[in-house]
């Protein structure tokens, strides 16, 4: 796994910059927290700082935090709307089901609204239904935090549970053979896991049903057919 280095983060909040501690017993005393590198941008590791946690930097190949035996993904809702779109979430969903501890966190709730459709070009209903997916289907809990103060405070409430700490060596999900055919069919719009499915089980392979008619596509994708036949079509 690899570690990055980084300089000690400081208090940004404060007007006084912390003199350097000599007493290593003191920082020993510290909770830690591990905090994926590409987090350093954000300002939640700043807060945890200043709440009294380490913060170690690495490189996590799932989740943003590691909280003892939780792992969090933490997504702004623009991140949240942007990788729902691109399918990105739907991996990390994955991968976020083989620990038995694990929260989605979506944040900047009280800045920015979820299902403003003039933002997203996405039904506020189809939103609400993925969330739900997320929760029912994948059992895997959300939480709305209002900004990153929000999100710091929520991580200090979990690091106070008592409960073992986590092993790191995770892997990344990898798609079986099925999974990966599946996945490319639900890339097209309105083409969720079911439909995939079903089209695959019905044509056999991916290329069986690019060369579908329309008719045969209509028996499951109803009127989505002639959509998806303009997109197969539509020359780049």
Do not use: C, W
Request: proline letters at 2%.
């Amino acid at each position: 796994m690899k570690i990055v280095k980084s300089k000690q983060i400081l208090d940004i909040f404060s007007s006084k910059i912390p003199r350097k501690i000599e007493n290593e017993e003191m920082i020993k005393d510290k909770e830690k927290i591990i905090v994926d590198y590409r987090e350093k941008n954000s300002l939640v590791a700043a807060y945890l700082v200043k709440q009294g946690f380490e913060v170690e930097f690495k490189e996590l190949k799932i989740g943003d935090y590691i909280v003892k035996d939780i792992v969090i993904e933490r997504k702004t809702v623009q991140d949240f709307i942007g990788s729902m779109i691109n399918h990105r979430l739907i991996n990390q969903i994955e991968e976020l089901k083989q620990y038995e501890n694990k929260l989605l966190i979506i944040e900047g709730i009280s800045e920015q609204e979820l299902y403003r459709e003039d933002n997203t070009n996405i039904n506020a209903n189809a939103i609400r239904g993925f969330l739900l997916s997320i929760i029912l289907s994948h059992k895997i809990p959300v939480i709305f935090s209002k900004n990153s103060e929000d999100t710091a405070r929520f991580i200090n409430v979990l690091s106070k549970r008592k409960e073992k700490e986590i092993n790191l060596n995770a892997k990344k999900k990898t798609l079986n053979r099925k999974e990966q055919l599946q996945f490319i069919i639900e890339s097209f719009p309105g083409v969720g896991p079911k439909k995939a499915k079903k089209l695959l089980e019905k044509f056999g392979s991916i290329q069986n049903v690019i060369l579908a008619s329309t008719e045969d596509l209509k028996e499951i994708l109803g009127v989505q057919a002639e959509n998806i036949r303009e997109i197969i079509e539509r020359r780049y």
